[in-house]
């Protein structure tokens, strides 16, 4: 595999081809192949192999026999080979960002500050968690042990693609598992690269093995498949449901971390002139495709005015373009698909009376190629219109009115999901009591740093089960008591 930084050549044509099962990139079953389109220049980029039930059953039984090793090697010799996958990703952190940029259209710097830094981040905290974590306690005198689970099958989506990846398979591989990677079919190519790195750090063939293809071909035969005991997925709702449909019968441990509508409230006493420009702008990072973004800014009633002219102001400054120019800020959307979804909700917002405050339908002026959107803000959204309701995961932002902080907070909750929410005040005490009174997985204070060790996943239909940090970890490890164990 290549390794230079130009844009176009980031991933070798052969590989892309290719499948990376028990230790080796191989060819798939049968020829098949999909197309990965620059979102920027709708250009495409890459052919990548395209599996079936024959290769998921492959890479199943790879990891199925490297488990019998994997999963009682020492938790150090575990903690030196995620050391090494870190190194890696740093080392080739801006061929990984090259390769984001183009499978999504991330803005190159973006992708080179958040996209690669943070997904290193998960392999660093799950090497760490290894030198404290107790895989035996006791319990007067039965021993609680915790074991590696098993075989798992990881279906990532394409909106965070490195980042994902790496949020199962660090802590997956950390805890003895051994695994069979399906990423998007999307967005690919950092995927490719990030099997090349698990190769060269030495990890032993068979506990990570990277199979590509569709959703209901690859993602639905995993799902199924007999010998896998875990099966955890990012992606939408109808992916998510699906997954634990065809999960059912094998009676298989399913984590879903699914879609969002999280809320922003700004309290009465919020600092306004800096909550709402951060607002737009964490509602807008990665073009709005982010599952906890912020899309609901629910304020104060007789702060609409100034919300909306902040709003604006911050929404219109923002540079949308070329995601290869360093001054860009968003580029497109990651796919066509998704910028149609996105502009059906913008004509949603419209048809449904919201008032349009900056932004609206068709592409960003002199972009007649390209999937770029134009960062729009309604105001005066009813909590009950699609805009409102429904995920969007573009450039899309409703500011909705309230009357009082119980109204704000019934607003807040009025969603079937529950992964993330933001509360700002200069009252800290008055934002945890707000923040107690949210349903939903993660509650932010006054936009704090990212703490890779908060639990992260959702409440009510946002999914089942948590990523990142020790919580993240323990998913991949099943409880055994063993009673009688001490005197
Ligand atoms: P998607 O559901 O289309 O695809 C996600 C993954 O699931 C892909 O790998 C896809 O191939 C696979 N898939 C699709 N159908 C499947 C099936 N029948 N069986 C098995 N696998 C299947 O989602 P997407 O468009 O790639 O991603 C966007 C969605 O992901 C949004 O709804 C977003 O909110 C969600 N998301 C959630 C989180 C989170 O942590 N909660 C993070 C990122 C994205």
Not at 112 to 136: G, N
Not at 139 to 164: D, F, K, M
Not at 281 to 292: E, L, P
Not at 308 to 313: F, G, I, M
Request: net charge negative; with cysteine; glycine share 8%.
């Amino acid at each position: 595999m290549t390794t230079q930084s130009s844009n176009s050549d980031c991933v070798d044509p052969q590989t892309a081809r290719q499948f990376y099962i028990d230790g080796r990139w191989s060819l798939p079953a049968m020829p098949a192949s999909v197309t990965v389109i620059n979102p920027a220049t709708e250009a495409v980029v890459a052919e990548v192999a395209c599996g079936s039930e024959q290769d998921v059953d492959r890479a199943v039984a790879a990891a199925r026999a490297a488990f019998a090793g994997w999963s009682v090697s020492s938790p150090a010799s575990r903690a030196h080979i995620l050391g090494k996958i870190h190194e890696l990703i740093l080392e080739r952190k801006e061929i990984l960002a090259q390769a984001i940029s183009l499978e999504m259209g991330a803005a190159i710097s973006f992708a080179r500050a958040m996209q690669v830094p943070l997904a290193a981040e998960h392999v660093r905290v799950a090497r760490d968690i290894l030198s404290t974590y107790r895989f035996q306690t006791l319990e007067g005198s039965t021993a609680i042990e915790r074991e590696a689970i098993g075989v798992c099958g990881l279906i990532t989506p394409w909106n965070w693609p490195l980042y994902q990846i790496t949020a199962k398979v660090a802590p997956a591989i950390a805890a003895g598992c051994t695994v069979v990677l399906k990423p998007s079919e999307l967005s690919p190519l950092s995927a490719l690269l990030f099997a090349q790195i698990v190769h060269d750090a030495g990890l032993p063939p068979g506990v990570f093995n990277l199979v590509n293809g569709s959703g209901p071909e690859v993602g639905g035969a995993m799902a199924a498949h007999p010998d896998i005991d875990m099966i955890s997925i990012t992606g939408s709702n109808r992916a998510g449901a699906l997954v634990a449909q065809a999960a059912a019968p094998t009676v298989k441990r399913v984590t879903q971390e699914l879609g969002g509508k999280s809320p922003n409230l700004l309290l009465p006493d919020a600092d306004f002139a800096k909550a709402v420009p951060a607002g737009v702008m964490s509602a807008f990072r990665n073009v709005g495709q982010s599952c906890s973004a912020p899309t609901r800014m629910i304020v104060p009633r007789d702060r609409l005015a100034q919300v909306e002219a902040l709003a604006a102001a911050t929404a219109n400054a923002i540079i949308v373009g070329d995601p290869q120019s360093e001054e860009t800020v968003l580029g497109p959307i990651a796919n066509e698909a998704q910028f149609k979804r996105v502009q059906v909700m913008i004509d949603a917002g419209l048809s449904e009376g919201a008032k349009l405050v900056c932004g609206g339908p068709g592409r960003v002026a002199g972009h007649e190629v390209g999937f770029f959107t134009r960062p729009t803000v309604f105001s005066e959204v009813d909590p009950g219109m699609r805009i409102a309701q429904e995920e969007i995961f573009g450039p899309v932002l409703c500011i909705i009115a309230y009357d009082s902080i119980d109204e704000a907070v019934t607003i807040a909750n009025d969603t079937v999901y529950g992964l993330g929410a933001h509360v700002q005040s200069q009252d800290l005490q008055l934002a945890r009591a707000v923040a107690s009174r949210i349903r939903s997985g993660q509650v932010l204070l006054n936009y704090p740093a990212w703490n890779p060790m908060a639990p992260f996943g959702g409440y009510k239909r946002s999914g089942n089960g948590r990523e990142y940090g020790v919580h993240g970890f323990e998913e991949y490890l099943e409880t055994k008591a063993i009673v009688g164990f001490g005197v």
